[in-house]
């Protein structure tokens, strides 16, 4: 299948400072990627919906001045968590649509601890 | 997009077929059925999909009722690296809306 990479795996960050997270897809062009976030023994949450080259969709209750979203090119994907605290601790897991079959690959995620 | 209901868990003994049933009773006409999984603290994996057909590949086969209001995810000869959590969702192939899932324990 095809796959899709993040980076970091993990991430340590003092509070109030940002995280950059990127996402890859490495087998085909992606209009389309997808954010999530999973607290601990819950399920994954929709958080935003990327565009290549447009602005990011978010769901509602998403701060999007928090959680900035950046789709610049068709490979590539950012979050950036800014000013981060600790109840932003979180596993944050990207996916991407493949256009050919509209099936989604999704990340190995990013755990996030905020100190 | 569809809700599922799902249990939320089984278990199955290794060596025997593991089925996983879903409800989406309000799935509509352009709606497809998924299955990703997830096991501990990694992205959930692509299992199968379909529309009204049954569906099968090297990892599963997955059934879908005439009225298509549930299906049942089959995985033929379990093994304890398929113990995760299963997802099944309905969609479009726009976004992938999760649920609680099903624990499947794969037991020994």
């Known amino acids: 299948g095809a796959v899709v990479s993040q980076h970091p795996s993990r991430v340590i960050c003092k509070s109030g400072t940002s995280v950059k997270i990127e996402c890859r897809s490495l087998?085909?062009?992606?209009?389309?990627m997808f954010w999530y976030r999973q607290f601990p023994k819950q399920s994954l949450m929709l958080m935003a919906t990327s565009n290549e080259g447009s602005k990011a969709t978010y769901e509602q209750g998403v701060e999007k001045d928090k959680f900035l979203i950046n789709h610049a090119s068709l490979t590539l994907s950012t979050l950036t968590v800014t000013s981060a605290h600790p109840e932003d601790s979180s596993f944050y897991i990207c996916?991407?649509?493949?256009?050919?079959?509209?099936?989604?690959?999704f990340g190995p995620g990013t755990r996030l601890t905020v100190t | 997009d569809a809700k599922t209901t799902q249990p939320p868990s089984m278990d199955c003994a290794e060596g025997r077929a593991a089925n996983l049933p879903c409800n989406h009773s309000?799935?509509?006409?352009?709606?497809?059925v998924y299955w990703y999984r997830q096991i501990h603290s990694q992205g959930p994996q692509y299992i199968i999909h379909?529309?009204?057909n049954n569906e099968t590949n090297e990892m599963a086969s997955l059934i879908i009722t005439e009225d298509r209001k549930s299906s049942t995810l089959i995985l033929p000869h379990a093994t304890l690296r398929d113990t995760a959590v299963y997802y099944c969702i309905v969609g479009n192939g726009n976004k992938l809306v999760f649920g609680a899932g099903t624990i499947l324990r794969v037991k020994s």
């Open positions: 996916s991407a649509r493949d256009p050919r079959t509209y099936e989604q690959y």
């Open positions: 309000t799935i509509s006409g352009n709606e497809y």
């Open positions: 379909g529309l009204k």
């Open positions: 087998d085909f062009q992606a209009t389309t």
